[in-house]
């Protein structure tokens, strides 16, 4: 019985006409969307180099490398997954290896990796390499063709004000 009822109610909603009213037809054409403009990017290396919450805004010295020290390597990526931790570093040739906790590179031995930072000890003085992110490249539109667009949409706009 209720099946019945269903079915009928269906079959009314496909017979009987619809009471959505349509908007009425426009005679402006219809606007073209804009290509979105990336955003330009931060100056990160200027924004690390005053952390916010530094009581002084200078980063600590354990963060800059020393002379003599660290200075020709860079870190260029931390992987931690648990207990088990990996770093790949660049080294001042050139040469990417490869290091995890206890493993040595040119005398320094990694003494622990932590989220942004690889601390490296020798001779009991101890170093801290900071991860540097790098911001993602920004990839802009050709000048000329975003003038054609900028224009054509301008008179778009204009002729949509004039109607």
Same mark, same amino acid.
């Given at each position: 019985? %209720? $099946? #019945?009822?269903?079915? *009928?109610? &269906?079959?009314?909603?496909?017979?009987?006409?619809?009471?959505?009213? @349509?908007? !009425?037809?426009?005679?402006?054409?219809?606007?073209?969307?804009?290509?979105?403009?990336?955003?330009?990017?931060?100056?990160?290396?200027?924004?690390?180099?005053?952390?916010?919450?530094?009581?002084?805004?200078?980063?600590?010295?354990?963060?800059?490398?020393?002379?003599?020290?660290?200075?020709?390597?860079?870190?260029?990526?931390? %992987? $931690? #997954?648990?207990?088990? *931790?990996? &770093?790949?570093?660049?080294?001042?040739?050139?040469?990417?290896?490869? @290091?995890? !906790?206890?493993?040595?590179?040119?005398?320094?031995?990694?003494?622990?990796?932590?989220?942004?930072?690889?601390?490296?000890?020798?001779?009991?003085?101890?170093?801290?390499?900071?991860?540097?992110?790098?911001?993602?490249?920004?990839?802009?539109?050709?000048?000329?063709?975003?003038?054609?667009?900028?224009?054509?949409?301008?008179?778009?706009?204009?002729?949509?004000?004039?109607?």
């Amino acid at each position: 019985m %209720a $099946t #019945a009822v269903l079915v *009928a109610a &269906a079959g009314a909603q496909l017979v009987l006409p619809s009471s959505t009213v @349509l908007p !009425p037809t426009s005679e402006l054409a219809p606007r073209h969307p804009r290509e979105p403009v990336a955003p330009p990017a931060p100056d990160y290396p200027a924004i690390l180099a005053t952390p916010i919450f530094a009581p002084d805004r200078k980063p600590d010295d354990s963060a800059v490398p020393v002379a003599g020290g660290l200075s020709g390597f860079d870190v260029l990526g931390i %992987a $931690t #997954a648990g207990d088990t *931790a990996t &770093a790949v570093v660049k080294q001042p040739t050139g040469a990417i290896v490869r @290091l995890k !906790p206890g493993e040595q590179v040119l005398g320094w031995k990694l003494v622990s990796v932590e989220l942004h930072q690889l601390t490296f000890e020798r001779n009991k003085e101890r170093r801290v390499l900071m991860l540097i992110k790098q911001p993602p490249p920004v990839i802009q539109a050709p000048p000329a063709a975003n003038a054609e667009q900028n224009s054509s949409d301008d008179n778009s706009d204009n002729s949509d004000n004039n109607q």
